[in-house]
Structure formats: structure tokens, C-alpha cells
């Protein structure tokens, strides 16, 4: 049930990103209030989005974090080590503080490569 979760919640980021760079509609070279607007929007749901991935993975048994501080704890606090975690990685920060250990390497490095690429295809967008 809890790798279901995990699935589930990948599937609505990745969805999301899908829908909103499928929405085609003609901008013009200026700053656009609804652009910015939705690439907060955006940012955020990817931010929440992996960092329930992040906690489901936690929960399921998996070492996510090298301090551990996924493992043990109340779950809100464990759930905000992971909406921290997933800022830094997506906005790539990386205070250093923290990093991923095991098979979260390999999501936390989707989400870098996610939060270094989004901001090009946003400007692509508004140029376009």
C-alpha cells in the first residue's frame, strides 16, 4: 500500500508538469503575470510532490537522508525534513546539511535536474 502511494504521487507530479507544458496558447515577449503565477505554482506542487515522496519512502523503510531524521519522529516533523529537503534539491541549493543516502540519490537527482531545467523551459515559454 505504501509503494502504491509512492506511485501515485509520482504519477500526479509528473502529470502535472505534463499538462501544463501541453497548454499551448500564444504569449506575448513580455512579462506575463499568469506565466509567473504558474511557475509558483508549479515549483510548489513539485515541492510537495517530492517531499511526499520522500516521507512515503521513509515510511516504507527506506534510509532516505544521511542524518536519519526521516526514520524517527513525529510524522509532521518528518514530513517538514522532507519539504526542506526537497527545496534545497529543487531550487539546487545544496546547504550541504543534508543529503540523500541510497535510492533516494537517484530521486533527488531527477528533482535537481527538474529545478535546473524548469526555469529554461519557462523562459522558452515566455519567448516563445
Given at each position: ?44 506542487i513539485l515541492m510537495v510532490g517530492f517531499a ?51 535510492v533516494a540519490r537517484f530521486v533527488s537527482l ?19
Amino acid at each position: 500500500m505504501k509503494l502504491f502511494s509512492v506511485a501515485f504521487v509520482a504519477i500526479i507530479v509528473i502529470s502535472s508538469i505534463y499538462t501544463f507544458l501541453k497548454h499551448n496558447t500564444r504569449m506575448r515577449n513580455a512579462f506575463s503575470k499568469e506565466l509567473f503565477i504558474s511557475f509558483l505554482i508549479i515549483y510548489a506542487i513539485l515541492m510537495v510532490g517530492f517531499a511526499l515522496i520522500y516521507f512515503l519512502m521513509s515510511r516504507i523503510g527506506f534510509t532516505v537522508l544521511s542524518d536519519m531524521s526521516l526514520q524517527y519522529g513525529a510524522s509532521l516533523d518528518r514530513f517538514l525534513r522532507s519539504f526542506y529537503f526537497s527545496g534545497v534539491t529543487l531550487m539546487t541549493v545544496g546547504y550541504g546539511d543534508i543529503y540523500p543516502v541510497g535510492v533516494a540519490r537517484f530521486v533527488s537527482l531527477v528533482e535537481a535536474a527538474i529545478g535546473y531545467l524548469l526555469p529554461a523551459a519557462f523562459l522558452y515559454k515566455l519567448i516563445k
